[in-house]
Every structure is written in structure tokens, then in C-alpha cells.
T-cell receptor
Framework: KNQVEQSPQSLIILEGKNCTLQ??????????LRWYKQDTGRGPVSLTI?????NTKSNGRYTATLDADTKQSSLHITASQLSDSASYIC????????????FGTGTRLKVLA | GAVVSQHPSWVICKSGTSVKIECRSL??????MFWYRQFPKQSLMLMAT?????????EQGVEKDKFLINHASLTLSTLTVTSAHPEDSSFYIC?????????????FGPGTRLTVL
């Protein structure tokens, strides 16, 4: 069964600290993996996208890694800011005729001052 | 570029009425658009795939007669919730896939909050 699992479910950190979010997937065949940030009451916004041949991708303070062998990905946030408080969703694209997105359950991050 | 808008951003309606939500790709054409529903503290759930000029494909468990989808042009898809009930209250998000470029990239709209009283 094609699934995407994320951990932790929620996380609270202090402003300025770093954190790492995890994503494990069983989607096959795999096209690519994306990390999205979703603010409360808003649509998801893309942070990074990686194909199976890419190991890391950065976007400012966000760095995503991918291990296609173990089917694991992580999103590292450096020097967190209050505005980083949001849900972070790992999405795996299924390599099929419709390239359907398989969504993870998300990690809710709260950054405190 | 790649901006997707939704209208309205929020709507409150009485039980039994119908509500139409629009999804527009503002600066690109989209052969395929997707409609998702998101309940509090849950991730997005795909409801249906909308293809321009043809019938939508609904996911298992989604009533096609209750959630009417029309994709009449390459920049507009609409979702109509018919005879809405309180359990239909949710956050509805659409996404659009550009025609021909990066074939599996979806760009998401800002969402529409539906509250049925």
C-alpha cells in the first residue's frame, strides 16, 4: 500500500533553534518527493522537490535530504523563526499515469519566542 | 508565476443549500486540476481529479452527485457542494497542473473554508 508517514506529529521549539522533521514512505514506483509548508487556513506552499537521484536540496533555511534506498526523507530547519510555525507536509508523487500525490499526515511545528 | 486562486476564501451557508467554489489558474493553462478536502489537524484528502473537457474522476467514497465538478476551460474548475450538510463543513483546496511543463507539478490554491449551519 502506498503510504507516507511523518514524525513527529507535533513539535515545539524555541526561536533560533534547529529542528529536523522525518518522512518515511512506501510509495512505489516513486517519481519525486516534495516538502510543503502549510500555514493555518492557507494552501500548501512548496519548499523543496527531489527526484530519486538527488540526496539533498536546500531552500534558504530549509534543507531536505532523501535516501531512496531506505525510503526516508528529512527536512531540517535552521535558526527557526516565529514565522516557521506551520504544518510541514511530505508529499510523494506516484509514478503512474496520473502522477497522484500521496500526502503525509504532516508535522505541526510551533516556534516560541 | 504559477498562481492559483480560489473564490470565495470562506463561505457560510444554511443546511440544504448548494455552494459553488471556483478554482482558477491565473498565469498558466491547466489541463488537470485537483480538488482536496482537509479536516482539522488532518492532511489533504484527494476528492477528485478534474480534466478539462471531460468528466471528473472521483476517489472512492466521494459522492459524485453531491460534489459536482466542472472544468469547462483550461483556467477554471468549479466544485459545487449540493444540498450541503454540517458534516460537509471543511477546508477545500484545489490545485492545478500546468499543461505540458513539469507534468506532475501541482500548484495549490489558498483554500476555501466552508461552514454549513
Amino acid at each position: 500500500k502506498n503510504q507516507v508517514e511523518q514524525s513527529p506529529q507535533s513539535l515545539i521549539i524555541l526561536e533560533g533553534k534547529n529542528c529536523t522533521l522525518q518522512c518515511n514512505y512506501t510509495v512505489s514506483p516513486f517519481s519525486n518527493l516534495r516538502w510543503y509548508k502549510q500555514d493555518t487556513g492557507r494552501g500548501p506552499v512548496s519548499l523543496t522537490i527531489m527526484t530519486f537521484s538527488e540526496n539533498t536540496k536546500s531552500n534558504g533555511r530549509y534543507t531536505a535530504t532523501l535516501d531512496a534506498d531506505t525510503k526516508q526523507s528529512s527536512l531540517h530547519i535552521t535558526a527557526s523563526q516565529l514565522s516557521d510555525s506551520a504544518s510541514y507536509i511530505c508529499v510523494v508523487s506516484h509514478l503512474s499515469g496520473t502522477y497522484k500525490y500521496i500526502f503525509g499526515t504532516g508535522t505541526r511545528l510551533k516556534v516560541l519566542a | 508565476g504559477a498562481v492559483v486562486s480560489q473564490h470565495p476564501s470562506w463561505v457560510i451557508c444554511k443546511s440544504g443549500t448548494s455552494v459553488k467554489i471556483e478554482c482558477r489558474s491565473l498565469d498558466f493553462q491547466a489541463t488537470t486540476m485537483f480538488w482536496y478536502r482537509q479536516f482539522p489537524k488532518q492532511s489533504l484528502m484527494l476528492m477528485a481529479t478534474s480534466n478539462e473537457g471531460s468528466k471528473a474522476t472521483y476517489e472512492q467514497g466521494v459522492e459524485k452527485d453531491k460534489f459536482l465538478i466542472n472544468h469547462a476551460s483550461l483556467t477554471l474548475s468549479t466544485l459545487t457542494v449540493t444540498s450541503a450538510h454540517p458534516e460537509d463543513s471543511s477546508f477545500y483546496i484545489c490545485s492545478a497542473r500546468p499543461s505540458g511543463r513539469e507534468h506532475d507539478t501541482q500548484y495549490f490554491g489558498p483554500g476555501t473554508r466552508l461552514t454549513v449551519l
